[in-house]
């Protein structure tokens, strides 16, 4: 499938004059500006292509330095692979020793109001092209596309920091750029607004050469994902069963290959963020995910490995799977010291030596090759934002909230038969709920934000047996203080306790 490409949007540039003597003044017609760029529908295509750009973090870098970072060293299923250690920012971020100046999470911000900003841009634009310009059905879908985009900008920062700058348009001047953060309660109401309007517009599908922008079915994921994380649970449920009952989406047989490049946008994929190997411009339109994941000894950086504590849970079923081993899970994510575990064709041992017992994350690496095999030097594997497995287990959270277990236990049961694993019938809904979302989601970024929703972080962590996590306090490390960078130059902003 060809994928949605992603580029860098031209830079819109107005021509101010210093100078009051006319013949000094000179004004290229043909130079393009915010007033006369948006001509036709190609224009808005690509204003909207700077917003998707923007998803994974506009260095190619960031997407595992910054957002991999980010989404995962603070749960208590990771540890900071022995490169982390060169790296003092990240490694403060899993040992909760992090202050308001920590980069990352300072780019981290910084890169989401980037995208907010091209958003609310493309927003206002292309609802201000006349007819002659673009035609209504275009208009409405670029549009849509383009709120979809700014409620999932907002979503991120939300689940990160207690209360954030809420971008509704574009800055008109120097008072808009030092707007205050707003309650959580206005932030999610401004997410439901961008989603609930953008439905209406937004395609089931695409034909080939679209495919990985926002669809219907997207935006009603997320809309649901919002009515849950405010513990809405009926409007939660309602909403999920409206994506579950639109038959466009289904669990894929091979679950390691929603993550390896084999088999991207395929029917479990609800929304993932688009890579390529190419390069245009000299920029890369790929990603090192693969690098970061791998350890030295498959071509990597050892830069994340799992924690015993993910593995202890993993195994906690035993062997109790259909074909009398452990969940399928636990071999399509993790690489460990098994004689049934082949990496790429080598043994455990033959790889990392007899007797060694590092845990490494088999997610994200590429399918066919180790990272030292790996050519080109980037890697254009999709990385998945929301799965139909994550989908399922949410509508059984939701359900299981409103005592409608049967219902959760058949969404759970779903998910289970995919790996091999017995049906679920105990009592314990929320407690097997909280399970499978351990074996079916590791290193996908969700773990922390799922313990805090649960009430689970201070339990979790004192239980995790990770190194720096006696130094958890929820009060200072349940959300991210705001990046110094950003209250140093906005006066209505102040960090407590940091």
């Given at each position: 499938?060809?994928?949605?490409?992603?580029f860098?949007?031209?830079?819109?540039?107005?021509?101010?004059?210093?100078?009051?003597?006319?013949?000094?003044?000179?004004?290229?017609?043909?130079?393009l500006?915010?007033g006369?760029?948006w001509?036709n529908?190609?224009?808005?295509e690509?204003g909207?292509a700077?917003?998707?750009?923007?998803?994974?973090?506009?260095d190619?870098?960031?997407?595992?330095?910054?957002?991999?970072?980010?989404?995962?060293?603070?749960?208590d299923?990771?540890?900071p692979?022995?490169?982390?250690?060169?790296?003092?920012?990240?490694?403060?971020?899993?040992?909760?020793?992090?202050?308001?100046g920590?980069?990352?999470l300072?780019?981290y911000?910084?890169?989401?109001?980037?995208g907010?900003?091209?958003?609310?841009?493309?927003?206002?634009k292309?609802?201000?092209?006349?007819?002659?310009?673009?035609?209504?059905?275009?208009?409405n879908?670029?549009i849509?596309?383009?709120k979809?985009l700014?409620?999932?900008?907002?979503?991120?920062?939300?689940?990160?920091?207690?209360?954030?700058?809420?971008?509704?348009?574009?800055?008109?001047?120097?008072d808009?750029?030092?707007?205050?953060?707003?309650?959580?309660?206005?932030?999610?109401a401004?997410?439901?607004?961008?989603?609930t309007?953008?439905?209406?517009?937004?395609?089931?599908e695409?034909?080939?050469?679209?495919v990985?922008?926002?669809?219907?079915?997207?935006?009603?994921?997320?809309?649901?994902?919002?009515?849950?994380?405010?513990?809405?649970?009926?409007?939660a449920?309602?909403?999920?069963?409206?994506?579950?009952?639109?038959g466009?989406?289904?669990?894929?047989?091979?679950?390691?290959?929603?993550?390896?490049?084999s088999?991207?946008n395929?029917?479990?994929s609800?929304?993932?963020?688009?890579?390529?190997a190419?390069?245009?411009?000299?920029?890369w339109?790929?990603?090192v995910?693969?690098?970061?994941?791998s350890?030295?000894?498959?071509?990597?950086?050892?830069?994340?490995?799992?924690?015993?504590n993910?593995?202890?849970?993993?195994i906690?079923?035993?062997q109790?799977?259909?074909?009398g081993?452990?969940?399928?899970?636990?071999?399509?994510?993790?690489f460990?010291?098994?004689?049934?575990?082949?990496?790429?064709g080598?043994?455990?041992?033959?790889?990392f030596g007899?007797?060694?017992?590092?845990?490494?994350?088999?997610?994200?690496?590429?399918?066919?090759v180790?990272?030292?095999d790996?050519?080109?030097?980037?890697?254009?594997?999709?990385?998945?934002?929301?799965?139909?497995?994550?989908?399922?287990?949410?509508?059984?959270?939701?359900?299981a909230m409103?005592?409608?277990?049967?219902?959760?236990?058949?969404?759970?049961?779903?998910?289970?038969?995919?790996?091999e694993?017995?049906?679920?019938?105990?009592?314990?809904?929320?407690?097997?709920?909280?399970?499978?979302?351990v074996?079916?989601?590791?290193?996908e970024g969700?773990?922390?934000?799922?313990?805090?929703?649960?009430?689970?972080?201070e339990?979790?962590?004192?239980?995790s047996g990770?190194?720096?996590?006696?130094?958890?306090?929820y009060?200072?490390?349940?959300?991210?203080?705001?990046?110094?960078?950003?209250?140093?130059?906005?006066?209505?902003?102040?960090?407590?306790g940091?």
């Open positions: 499938m060809k994928k949605f490409n992603i860098i949007f031209i830079a819109l540039v107005s021509i101010l004059s210093a100078c009051s003597e006319d013949y000094l003044v000179q004004n290229d017609p043909d130079a500006t915010s006369n760029y001509r529908v190609e224009d808005a690509a909207l700077t917003v998707y750009r923007n998803l994974g973090a506009t190619f870098w960031n997407i595992t330095e910054v957002n991999a970072v980010v989404e995962n060293f603070r749960s299923l990771v540890v692979g022995p490169d982390s250690w060169n790296y003092p920012d990240w490694f403060s971020l899993s040992t909760f020793t992090y202050t308001a920590n980069s990352r300072t780019i911000w910084r890169d989401a109001y980037r907010l900003f091209h958003a609310s841009q493309v927003i206002e292309v609802g201000e092209m006349t007819a002659d310009k673009i035609s209504e059905t275009d208009k879908q670029i849509a596309e383009a979809f700014r409620a999932f900008f907002h979503f991120r920062l939300l689940n990160n920091w207690e209360n954030i700058i809420v971008i509704k348009a574009m800055p008109q001047g120097e808009d750029l030092a707007k205050p953060l707003v309650s959580r309660e206005e932030a999610w401004f997410i439901e607004q961008d989603l309007e953008a439905i209406p517009y937004l395609p089931e695409y034909t080939s050469n679209k990985g922008r926002a669809t219907k079915g997207a935006a009603m994921a997320y809309l649901a994902k919002a009515y849950m994380y405010q513990e809405k649970w009926s409007e449920a309602a909403k999920f069963k409206e994506v579950m009952d639109m466009v989406y289904s669990l894929v047989d091979n679950f390691l290959s929603n993550f390896d490049g088999n991207e395929n029917a479990e609800i929304f993932e963020i688009q890579y390529s190419l390069k245009t411009n000299n920029i339109l790929g990603h995910y693969g690098k970061f994941t350890p030295g000894e498959l071509g990597g950086w050892g830069n994340i490995e799992a924690s015993e993910l593995f202890n849970f993993m906690s079923e035993g109790t799977s259909n074909s081993d452990y969940d399928q899970r636990l071999y399509q994510t993790l460990f010291n098994h004689p049934n575990v082949s990496v790429f080598q043994t455990y041992e033959d790889v007899a007797g060694a017992t590092k845990l490494i994350f088999r997610k994200f690496m590429r399918s066919d180790p990272e030292y790996n050519d080109p030097y980037q890697t254009s594997m999709n990385i998945p934002q929301m799965r139909y497995a994550d989908l399922l287990l949410m509508y059984a959270e939701a359900q409103q005592n409608n277990n049967s219902e959760a236990i058949n969404a759970i049961n779903m998910v289970r038969a995919r790996s694993m017995p049906a679920f019938n105990g009592t314990e809904v929320m407690q097997q709920i909280q399970h499978e979302r074996m079916e989601l590791a290193y969700h773990r922390f934000f799922d313990l805090r929703r649960w009430g689970l972080l339990t979790a962590m004192q239980n990770k190194q720096g996590a006696e130094n958890f306090s009060q200072q490390h349940a959300f991210f203080p705001i990046p110094q960078d950003e209250e140093n130059t906005n006066p209505n902003l102040h960090n407590n940091f």
